[in-house]
């Protein structure tokens, strides 16, 4: 009832401008709820993204680590340069924080 009352003016308001706009009087009461929701599905978006990346390269990682000593030049692993553990745990735990983030 209250944001159809603001509505209501703004829109009032806005129609005795000689161009109104739709999206300016919208704004008046939810700029507040758009950007936070904008912020919340960014973050959405991006720990849905981010899962995928960083299990494969953890998958990745954990396979170079193990021939990066006993590869033989024709293995898809002869060149791999394995990452360090600390950054095998710090994929893990970035990885955990999206899912929790996600859920």
């Not at 898809?76 to 745990?89: D, R």
Request: hydrophobic content about 45%; aromatic content about 12%.
């Amino acid at each position: 009832e209250q944001l159809h009352e603001q509505f209501k003016v703004a829109w009032k308001a806005e129609l005795a401008k000689p161009m109104p706009k739709l999206w300016k009087t919208l704004l008046v009461g939810n700029w507040s709820f758009i950007i936070i929701s904008g912020v919340l599905t960014t973050i959405d978006n991006v720990c849905t993204f981010l899962g995928p990346v960083l299990l494969r390269r953890i998958v990745d990682g954990l396979a170079c680590r193990q021939y990066v000593d006993t590869a033989e030049p024709e293995d898809p692993y002869y060149e791999c340069e394995a990452p360090s553990e600390a950054t095998l745990m710090y994929y893990c735990t970035a990885l955990l924080l999206a899912a929790l983030l996600f859920s």
